[in-house]
């Protein structure tokens, strides 16, 4: 039954509601009745016959004032329309450039892009996270698309930038410029400007955000990002930027879409051809021959960077009389990618037999020195040349202009005293190692905490460059000696540079006491980028495997990022054997001891068995399915048999936490993630404890990640999941059940031609990463997939935003061994939530859904009320995923039947979540 004050108040906020929008439409209403009353005397007294046969009196006055009114309402319509046109006239001069059309369909991700754009007002910003040099490839024809739109996109190249500028400014003055210089009216260009900024039609592009400070360390470089684009949205101008992983501001009101490197080695191997052709290079079948051998290393070179550099190595070789075919094959002759790209650097930039004494090499290396030592990436030529020795002010002009003609600097500026800036920031690092060697004076006063990337990258640079650089198998000793003695203030990152370094020349790395010491202080002082970089590079080495994992267990399971636990479980999967042999005892132990061990949620607040055992065995649950497909044989087996054991011990019976077994179902789908669709007719290992696991959860959570995780696996395992779904699943697993079956039926019908891919469709209606969508956006999500992720994370974090109240509230008493009924309340209220088949009435009556902010729950699940004001459980959902979820759900649900869940209604609550 309907409680009183809950229909009060969606009464009270209907009327609200209506309030306002008669507020508007009275105020319409007003003006139109005015101007109807104003056009109607006018009207009257220029058509009266009676005032044109009179000369005294009112009328004849009112038809003076109405020719008067007609005469100032023609000269203001002329005036009008002359300004319509003028603005007209300059927008279409400054659009003229993008009018042309489009060469081919456009790609997926400019569809969505366009779609993301323009769907809602106010208009949405996006951040696009991909490798610096796609943003051409990802947008070269976005503006013409959204010119087409009817939108005005406005480019602004930031490469320049090394300290916070406001963007808006810079998009002003780049829109300003490119119209002046065609009407040659800057003030009418800048009218142009606001007026369109006004009514929401500009666009910015963002540009070269890579580039941005580039010599500084990278928490500045991300800073100044963050800033740049705050901007932005502090003025309300929508844009599109792209930047790499690792300077990507996280900023709540921009969604943000990760575009990943794909690559197909024959067509970069026909792109290697076409740049060798291009370069003169004879073509001829022992050419081919040896490009075919370079592209089948197991460590190819694919990075198109990369690839033109290999192609002016061919060509100089070629000059220095050595044949074609045998310069590819020496090229390509170092099986480690990062050796072989390191040598590609030196002989293009220092020449086919790079000799240290030469002028080049001396001029490289001063500048490499003082670009590093003043983090700048752009240096001064009389800076430059105070660096040399006198005399050598002409030989330092000589290599200038060897090295501009190389690519390695470019020359910009007043050519009296220009200014010398790096072609790319791996030509600076090279420049460093060249400069710096392995002095250990000059390196003391470079490796400091915050070191910038390319000083650590130059520090790799050098050590593979020297022959005594990796004498040591040990980071520590390797630091020790450059760093002079002073180990204090080590970093993450040159750990990382050291090891990599040691990992490149074919040593591998001590990580014995001392060196397991220096990692843990550096890893404790380091942000997450550093230590993400550190997982990325680790090696399959038993110590690393130990220490990995006791990162994702207490007391640092707490301490460290859900991002960076799901990444360090990821790597200890990919090492194999080496970590099976290293934890499998250990995660035996943890099942053995769960078998005495209370693990109910009440138990999470009175005993220490949650601590002991439950979270250890949770972050095993995420790593145990994706290690089983990397095992064979008997370790294969007996991987498979422990996850089995902890499937029984997770699903005991109902007094176990159902975040136990909704950890084991997210290590399942993390587990066919990393498998990819591709993979789908290879029955993964793990696919019948899937289903058993799928057969006896209690949570619709796991039910829905198991789901998911199936379509993802094979036809056999969807199959199986659909048909449990179909056995009165709750709503939400029904919905994802029907998303997957649209998903898979899309990826397999998908023309291998069409320019997407099937991971990519997939994505559409399967998030692979619940937390990273929610604070992505969920941009790639359709609108189905999105609703779903927010109806279900909403009722995730109303569960545990419960049982967080009740655990404050048990803190608050003093922690003692019993709890109380309100306390076990709110514990309940969690577990039913999880539990239970149907929905709380707050997510599926209208009225409810509207007033769930406002009163207090009226439903045995206890949920909502206006507690939810403040934060909820433990996923952040960012306003830019709030605003989508706004749009997104009053959309038609993907299932057939009876409407499963409120719609519209919802609406209103994801506007009050964004404000």
């Keep these: 039954m309907r409680s009183p004050r809950r229909s009060w108040v969606r009464l009270r906020t209907a009327l609200t509601d209506l309030g306002e929008d008669l507020n508007r439409f009275t105020s319409v209403l007003l003006v139109g009745l005015a101007a109807g009353v104003l056009l109607a005397i006018v009207w009257w007294g220029a058509a009266s016959a009676q005032a044109s046969a009179q000369t005294k009196g009112f009328l004849p006055l009112l038809q003076d004032q109405a020719v008067s009114a007609i005469t100032l309402a023609i000269i203001g319509l002329a005036a009008w329309l002359g300004f319509r046109l003028r603005f007209r006239d300059a927008k279409s001069r400054y659009l003229r450039p993008y009018r042309r059309a489009v060469g081919a369909a456009p790609d997926p991700l400019l569809r969505e892009i366009l779609d993301h754009l323009t769907a809602v007002r106010p208009r949405r910003s996006l951040l696009v996270i991909a490798e610096s040099d796609r943003f051409p490839e990802l947008t070269g024809d976005l503006p013409r698309l959204l010119a087409r739109r009817g939108l005005v996109p406005v480019v602004v190249d930031m490469s320049d930038v090394d300290s916070p500028v406001r963007v808006p400014a810079r998009s002003r003055e780049a829109f300003v410029a490119r119209l002046a210089s065609a009407t040659g009216d800057e003030a009418r260009a800048q009218r142009v400007f606001t007026r369109e900024a006004d009514r929401g039609k500009i666009v910015v592009l963002v540009a070269g955000l890579d580039l941005v400070a580039e010599a500084k360390p990278r928490a500045a470089?991300?800073?100044?990002?963050?800033?740049?684009?705050?901007?932005?949205?502090?003025?309300?101008?929508?844009?599109?930027?792209?930047?790499?992983?690792?300077?990507?501001?996280?900023?709540?009101?921009?969604?943000?879409?990760?575009?990943?490197?794909?690559?197909?080695?024959?067509?970069?191997?026909?792109?290697?051809?076409?740049?060798?052709?291009?370069?003169?290079?004879?073509?001829?079948?022992?050419?081919?021959?040896?490009?075919?051998?370079?592209?089948?290393?197991?460590?190819?070179?694919?990075?198109?960077?990369?690839?033109?550099?290999?192609?002016?190595?061919?060509?100089?070789?070629?000059?220095?009389?050595?044949?074609?075919?045998?310069?590819?094959?020496?090229?390509?002759?170092?099986?480690?990618?990062?050796?072989?790209?390191?040598?590609?650097?030196?002989?293009?930039?220092?020449?086919?037999?790079?000799?240290?004494?030469?002028?080049?090499?001396?001029?490289?290396?001063?500048?490499?020195?003082?670009?590093?030592?003043?983090?700048?990436?752009?240096?001064?030529?009389?800076?430059?040349?105070?660096?040399?020795?006198?005399?050598?002010?002409?030989?330092?002009?000589a290599a200038v202009s060897t090295l501009t003609r190389r690519g390695v600097i470019i020359l910009a500026g007043d050519m009296s005293d220009p200014e010398l800036r790096f072609a790319h920031l791996d030509y600076l690092a090279l420049a460093g190692a060249l400069g710096l060697g392995l002095d250990p004076h000059a390196w003391a006063d470079l490796l400091t905490v915050g070191v910038p990337t390319t000083t650590a990258r130059a520090l790799t640079a050098a050590l593979l460059l020297h022959p005594d650089g990796v004498a040591e198998a040990s980071f520590l000793a390797v630091l020790s000696r450059l760093k002079r003695g002073e180990t204090r203030d080590m970093s993450l990152d040159m750990i990382t540079a050291v090891v990599l370094a040691l990992r490149q020349s074919g040593v591998r790395p001590a990580f014995g006491e001392p060196e397991i010491a220096a990692l843990d202080r550096a890893w404790r002082a380091a942000t997450d980028q550093s230590r993400l970089l550190f997982v990325a590079e680790t090696d399959h080495q038993a110590e690393l495997v130990r220490y990995l994992w006791r990162q994702v267990v207490p007391p640092r399971f707490h301490v460290n990022s859900y991002r960076l636990r799901r990444a360090i479980c990821a790597r200890l999967a990919r090492m194999g054997a080496v970590a099976w042999r290293q934890l499998a005892d250990p995660w035996r132990e943890l099942v053995a001891g769960g078998d005495g061990a209370d693990l109910s949620a009440l138990a999470r607040l009175t005993r220490t068995d949650w601590v002991r055992v439950a979270l250890p065995l949770a972050s095993a649950s995420w790593i145990l399915p994706s290690l089983a497909d990397r095992l064979s044989g008997d370790e294969q087996r007996e991987c498979v048999a422990l996850i089995g054991r902890v499937r029984t011990l997770f699903t005991a019976g109902d007094h176990v936490d159902p975040g136990l077994e909704i950890s084991l179902a997210e290590g399942v789908k993390f587990a066919a993630v990393a498998r990819g669709f591709a993979a789908r007719g290879i029955e993964p290992a793990w696919l019948d404890e899937a289903k058993q696991l799928l057969a006896v959860v209690r949570s619709w959570t796991s039910e829905q990640v198991l789901c998911q995780a199936m379509a993802l696996a094979t036809a056999d395992g969807f199959t199986f999941a659909a048909r449990h779904a179909a056995k009165g699943a709750h709503p939400f697993v029904r919905e994802a059940v029907a998303l997957a079956q649209r998903a898979r039926r899309a990826a397999i019908d998908a023309s291998p031609g069409a320019g997407t891919s099937r991971e990519w469709i997939i994505t559409r209606d399967i998030w692979f990463d619940d937390v990273a969508a929610l604070e992505d956006g969920g941009f790639h999500l359709s609108p189905e997939a999105h609703r779903l992720l927010a109806l279900s994370t909403l009722l995730i974090d109303l569960a545990e935003g419960s049982h967080d109240a009740a655990a404050r509230e048990h803190a608050a008493a003093g922690a003692p061994a019993g709890v109380s009924a309100a306390v076990a309340r709110g514990v309940a209220a969690r577990e039913r939530a999880f539990t239970s088949t149907d929905l709380p009435r707050c997510l599926v009556s209208s009225t409810h859904a509207a007033t769930m902010l406002d009163v207090d729950c009226d439903c045995a699940f206890d949920l909502c009320g206006r507690r939810m004001a403040g934060p909820l459980g433990l996923r952040h959902i960012s306003k830019a995923f709030a605003r989508r979820a706004e749009v997104t759900a009053g959309r038609r649900p993907a299932q057939r039947g009876r409407r499963p869940f409120a719609r519209r209604a919802l609406a209103h609550l994801w506007q009050r979540w964004d404000n």
Aim: glycine fraction near 4%; hydrophobic fraction near 45%.
């Design 221 to 397: 470089r991300r800073a100044i990002i963050e800033e740049l684009l705050r901007s932005c949205v502090e003025e309300r101008l929508p844009f599109v930027a792209a930047v790499s992983d690792e300077l990507a501001p996280r900023i709540s009101e921009v969604a943000s879409v990760r575009v990943s490197r794909t690559y197909e080695l024959p067509a970069l191997r026909e792109d290697f051809r076409a740049r060798l052709v291009d370069r003169g290079v004879p073509y001829d079948p022992a050419v081919e021959a040896a490009v075919r051998y370079a592209f089948a290393l197991r460590d190819p070179s694919t990075d198109p960077w990369y690839l033109e550099r290999a192609a002016d190595a061919v060509l100089m070789r070629m000059r220095a009389g050595a044949e074609p075919d045998r310069a590819v094959r020496d090229l390509f002759a170092e099986p480690r990618s990062f050796v072989r790209h390191l040598g590609w650097l030196r002989e293009t930039a220092l020449g086919p037999d790079p000799d240290a004494d030469s002028a080049v090499a001396r001029s490289l290396s001063a500048l490499g020195r003082l670009a590093h030592h003043r983090q700048e990436v752009t240096i001064r030529w009389r800076d430059a040349a105070a660096q040399l020795p006198p005399g050598d002010e002409l030989a330092f002009a």
